[in-house]
């Protein structure tokens, strides 16, 4: 068995903002396309447009209609990959050693040489993480694209999760929440940003930032379309331009 790191350096880790979150899967995407090209055994996909379609992805996004207390129901899109758990259940079962977490980063990560395929730490993760790869018989999982974060041949705009990277909408932060200074230590601050069920008592490094309410539309009538305008006139800048017009010499009398 595998022991976990009394502590870290720091706590690399994703701020995922859901009221931000559009539901684009341009996440899921980047994350298949950059881990199947570079870390570790390539994400397979088997019968891809057949009748049995399976493939290996580390990131998924679910949608969710919810129904706050007050208000109206809302939908609400949830990504989901590793969380990267200070008390990480997967790396404490995993009989050959191959997970680990390092102490460096935090970074929860499997040596896929040692890796078994035995699937205790999937069983144990509570979160749906981890992927068995059905083509290598491997353990896959998100790595917080540990090949892009440190890579000195990269843009520095670049070294930061291909998640991160491409999502069009701003939902997803990466940083170190081990510093209370950091950009996203701050955003969990100021967005009361949580842990995924933790009651579980995982310690999820990963937070996510909970759906804003939405605006009500109580007081609006619902007959106004049918009223009488309150003008018939222009507004706005075509209505000065008719008053303008009019006290031009020779304008309508």
């Known amino acids: 068995m595998t022991t976990l790191p009394q502590s870290t350096d720091r706590k690399l880790g994703l701020v995922i903002d859901l009221d931000t979150c559009v ?10 396309g950059w881990n199947t090209e570079n870390y570790g055994a390539p994400l397979s996909d088997t019968d891809a447009y057949g009748a049995n379609p399976s493939g290996t992805f580390l990131n998924r996004v679910h949608s969710y209609e919810v129904q706050p207390p007050e208000g109206t129901a809302q939908l609400v899109h949830f990504p989901k990959s590793c969380l990267h758990c200070e008390n990480a259940p997967c790396v404490t079962v995993c009989p050959t050693g191959a997970s ?8 929860v990560l499997v040596n896929e040489s040692d890796c078994i395929g035995c699937g205790l730490c999937a069983w144990a993760c509570p979160y749906g993480a981890r992927e068995l790869d059905a ?8 790595t ?4 892009r974060i440190y890579n000195e041949n990269l843009p520095e705009e670049d070294r930061e999760p291909a998640c991160v990277r491409t999502c069009p909408a701003g939902a997803r932060h990466f940083g170190d929440l081990g510093d209370p200074e950091s950009d996203v230590s701050q955003l969990v601050a100021a967005r009361g940003g949580v842990d995924l069920m933790a009651e579980q008592g995982t310690q999820p490094v990963n937070k996510y930032l909970p759906p804003r309410p939405r ?3 109580d007081d609006v009538d619902v007959l106004a379309p049918y ?11 075509l209505g000065w331009l008719d008053r303008a017009l009019d006290a031009l010499p020779g304008g309508k009398e």
């Not at 539901?23 to 298949?32: L, N, Y």
């Not at 917080?144 to 090949?147: E, P, R």
């Not at 009223?227 to 800048?237: A, D, K």
């Open 215 to 217: 605006d009500r539309l």
């Open 144 to 147: 917080l694209c540990v090949d």
């Open 135 to 142: 083509v290598e018989q491997v353990m896959k999982k998100c």
């Open 100 to 107: 680990y977490k390092r102490v460096e980063d935090g970074i």
């Open 227 to 237: 009223l009488e305008p309150v003008t018939t006139g222009p507004q706005g800048f």
């Open 23 to 32: 539901g684009c899967h341009a996440c899921v995407i980047s994350c298949k």
